[in-house]
């Protein structure tokens, strides 16, 4: 099965993640994207960030939350796609832009809503809270 590695930024309001929808798809998915050759996943984090979100990262807040594998979404032919999500400081206003067509702040109530990966972060932070004694 083909694996690929793409990059993906955590932004948490409350209990809510920002998720975007692309041009002519169905479900969200955290804002992010492939990772270009001889670019590091920093460097790649804050490029698809500022083209699909329009914000400017702080590199040095960067932090990798979590990496996983989930089933890649929007594939005629199955593949798994690695996750590499961070969390991070960023400067100006969260905006639809490229490929953007909507932008999603999802809750766990809203996981039909998303790509298997939105969801597997969901459920990974669901977990994360309910160890911190977070409800």
């Not at 479900?27 to 500022?50: D, Q, T, V």
């Not at 996750?83 to 999802?106: P, V």
């Not at 809503?113 to 994360?128: I, N, S, T, W, Y």
Request: proline fraction near 3%; include cysteine.
């Amino acid at each position: 099965m083909i694996k690929f590695e793409v990059v993906a930024g955590i932004i948490q309001e409350g209990n809510k993640f920002l998720m975007c929808r692309s041009r002519g798809r169905e479900h969200y998915y955290l804002p992010g994207g492939k990772i270009n050759s001889g670019e590091s996943l920093e460097e790649a984090l804050i490029r698809e960030c500022k083209e699909e979100i329009m914000i400017d990262i702080v590199p040095s807040s960067i932090k990798l939350f979590t990496r996983f594998e989930a089933e890649a979404y929007g594939f005629e032919d199955p593949r798994i796609v690695v996750m590499n999500c961070f969390s991070f400081d960023y400067l100006g206003e969260i905006q639809a832009a490229a490929e953007i067509d909507d932008i999603f702040w999802a809750g766990m109530e809203d996981l039909e809503k998303l790509a298997p990966a939105g969801k597997v972060l969901m459920r990974l932070m669901l977990d994360e809270n309910a160890e911190n004694g977070v409800v």
